[in-house]
């Protein structure tokens, strides 16, 4: 299953961007939908979980500021991104997990948030 994102870019501190991911069928329906970053020289890291019954959940330095949602189909799941901050700077990517046993991944999308 190839996971195809979009929606990165450039944006000035405060700015939003909202990323996409899509799947060539509605997977979401039963794995839960994730987006990681990787900045340079640090660890991936997980910022939001979508799980297949719409339980959503962030790590701390993005609360209020991002949300993770589906389309009614399960077939994209999105990240809006307000607020952005430079931290925030990082290659995101989309991942789709069924219980730890299957996952797939996107290709990843640059991010950059600067003046």
């Known amino acids: 299953v190839q996971l195809v994102e979009s929606g990165g870019g450039m944006v000035q501190p405060g700015g939003s961007l909202r990323l996409s991911c899509a799947a060539p069928?509605?997977?979401?329906?039963?794995?839960?939908g994730n987006w990681y970053r990787q900045a340079p020289g640090k660890q991936r890291q997980l910022v939001a979980t979508l799980s297949s019954i719409d339980h959503a959940n962030y790590t701390e330095d993005v609360k209020g500021r991002f949300t993770i949602s589906a389309d009614n189909s399960r077939q994209t799941i999105y990240l809006q991104m307000n607020n952005l901050k430079p931290d925030d700077t990082a290659v995101y990517y989309c991942?789709?997990?069924?219980?730890?046993?299957?996952?797939?991944w996107g290709q990843g999308t640059q991010v950059t948030v600067a003046s």
């Open positions: 991942n789709a997990n069924y219980k730890d046993q299957v996952q797939y």
């Open positions: 069928r509605s997977i979401f329906v039963v794995y839960a």
